[in-house]
């Protein structure tokens, strides 16, 4: 059972009496710990719960040590709205992950979801609950009504086709602090994303998978690889882009492969025909390539 | 005590429902199977006429009837007719109850006992012509007897001389009965049979016999219906239908009321009184309708629902509030009425440690937002996904209603909740609800596709898996010309940014029958 937590919440503490020298520092961050409690926007790191990401580098940058629960986070997807899983397969991965403490709720425009997919991504469809909402209106208005709902849920998907504007993630917010679960809200529109009360945004976006020796067209596609990029954060403004492959049931960081590594006659775009070698003209020599 | 009869309830009630079914003497028949034929269980008036008898088979009864109208007998449905009929005699006497049908008089009957209740309507006569006024006005033909055992009220009913003879006055059971048929003592048809062989015909015939023969000769029937009918020893159990307790609270305004914080005021006090009704029954509402009867006399209603019975007010309160709002209170409001129209039984929930209520509330905490998004959403907005047996991949999950319970946390030793949906090729995280269609470029017979273009974007495939190839299901009883008829190679491509798509080729080369199609069937992630 997980305490109810919001910042600010309580009693405030006893001001602490007024001293010179080195003990001003000390009151200056009670201070500021009291002033931000008190006006709810700055969250007092030791005072959250989060949830670790399993993703070292990710975790170091967050200032939290995680994601914070009981707050509202920001998913933009770049690249086309329908022809891009990756940021769909980022957060069913984070949900998966929530999963473990509670039931989840995904608010889709669509009814395509698909359970083997989930299940690969470890989220289990016997702890999910889909919601359709076919308007925008609905998906948020079910999407303030669950992350109100206390303790009920570990936490919230919901894919807005038009984002949220400030106000209406500022109400998420509030509702999410009151109740403590984490609210995801993705935007598969890419573009410029208008201000919005999350608390951090990210922008996730796909990355050519590697596997085995080379990229023949003949091998399949290997492990999903997706572009995290943690495009804004309250507060501490930590920034990062790191390269997250899902592998083996979990993730890892990745280091992203220089180009120049890459098989030569392989560029963005351009495909390696299987025919028969004689058969096709003689390519010029690239550099540091070799003839395929 | 009064016996209705409805002698044509089969027919009767199919006519009503189809006019023109029973109109302009059709003759109309129900039949069931048995054994192989079909053999006819009722018959109306005029099939009767045409010399149709119950236990005759239905291609007899064509020969003798080429325009006859034959229906399939729904006992289930006689039977709930005949409950909708005596609740309505509720409205003679509180005490009314279905009679079991007799083979030797088919139809449908009704008790009622109007003891003490026939001078509210002017006497038994005129109660019994009421009765049978309504019910005629009904579309039922229908008799009725008066007496004071039921016995002798329901010979009166079937066997009564003519339509105004149905009363037997108090005490003269032994003289009305005397000159009737036997058979309107309900008795077995091996009884009848015996009886007419020793030349038994009358009911008057059976007063002067020992009883002690009757009884040795054909058992203790005859003797038990005769003193039923003629009063003489126990009484005969017949239990009344009692009428379904209803949950009901209403409250009339002194001036009419448009605002609407007034109106949320109100029916939370309307809510608190029906909660506390509930609570008292040990019941659990499942719907609540709060009918606003408006000053120009125009009615609105509001539908509150839930998945599980409950009668904790704020709960209701919050379901109902949303609908409130939807309502235009026009004038003003005069009169609120609040009822629990579908209730269900209720556990109590013991709310003692503090551990089990927290626990417990945190269920009821889901199953609430559950209510409140099927509420706004429509009635099953929320769902969760099923596994279904099938290898198509758009018919192996289902979507249900997600249950209001929702499912315990996993423990420490169980397996993993993954467990069970099959582990097998890679499945994509989206599939399109339809598939689309897309020009794709592949070397033939089975390699996967070198590009394809997908609305109207190109996409140049960089690497790619495959083929899987998904059969259709053979044992389904309708192959048709539809997608399913055609075997299915799924590919799994994806593009040098590393986007990745599932596309299937519908249709071999090598066969025939048209060129294959290619589609795009999913999204991976």
Redo the contacts between chains.
Sequence with gaps: ?RPRRSPGSGPPPEPPPLLAGSDRRAVLAALRERLGGLKGTALAPDRLRVLRLGLPAVDRTLPWGGLPRGCLHEVVAT??A?????A???C??LLGRLS?D??VLWIVP?????????????L??????????RRRV?GL??FE??LR?????AAALAEIDGGASLIQTRRLQLAAEGSGAIGLLLRRDGGNAPPSAAVTRWRVG????R?GNG?R??????A???RVELARCRGKGAVGAWTVE?RGGDWRQVEEDAPTRRGAG?E????G??AEPGDRPPRPARAGGRRR | MLSAWLPNLATDRLARRAPEVGADDRPLVTFRADHGTLRLVAVDPAAARLGLAPGMTLADARALAPGLAAEEADPAAEARLLDRLAARCRRYTPWTAPDVSHPAFPGGGIWLDVTGCAHLFGGEAALRRDLLARLASLGFAARAGVADTPGAAWAAARVAASEDDGIIPPGGAVAALAPLPVACLRLSASALATLARLGLRRVGDLYPLPRAALTARLGGEVCRRLDQALGRGEREPISPRLPEARYRAWLALPEPVAEAGVLHALARRLLDRLCSQLEAAGVGARRLWLDLHRADGSTGRAVAGTGRPTHAPDRLHRLLADRLAEVDPGQGIELMVLEAAVVEPLDPVQAALKRIA??A??AA??V???D??NG??GGE???????RASHL?ER??G?RA?AAG??P??KADAP???QG??D?P????????RPEPIEATA?VPD??P??FR??G?VV???????PERVAPEWWRETPGADLDAVTRDYY???D?????FWLFREGLYDRGGGAPRWYLH????
């Design positions: 059972m690249g086309e329908l022809a891009d899983g990756a769909t397969g980022f069913a991965a473990r509670g039931p669509r009814d395509d979801l698909f359970a083997r997919g989930l299940v690969e991504l470890g289990p469809p016997s702890r999910l609950l889909v919601v359709r909402a609905e208005w079910a009504e669950a709902a206390p303790a009920a849920l796909v990355a050519p998978s596997g990229d067209r003949d091998e399949g596609p290997g999903p690889r997706w899902w392989v963005a775009g351009a495909v025909v299987a | 927290d626990d509330g945190e905490d889901l609430a937002l559950i409140r998004l706004r959403l907005a929320v769902r969760r996904l099923y596994r991949p192996s999950q979507r997600a929702a499912p946390p996993p993993p909740p993954c949906w099959g097998g890679v499945r994509p995280l989206r599939l399109l609800a070397p390699e996967p070198v590009l997908w609305r974007r140049r495939v960089a690497r790619a898996s495959g799994g491509v994806e040098a940014d590393g986007r990745r999913g999204l991976f992630a």
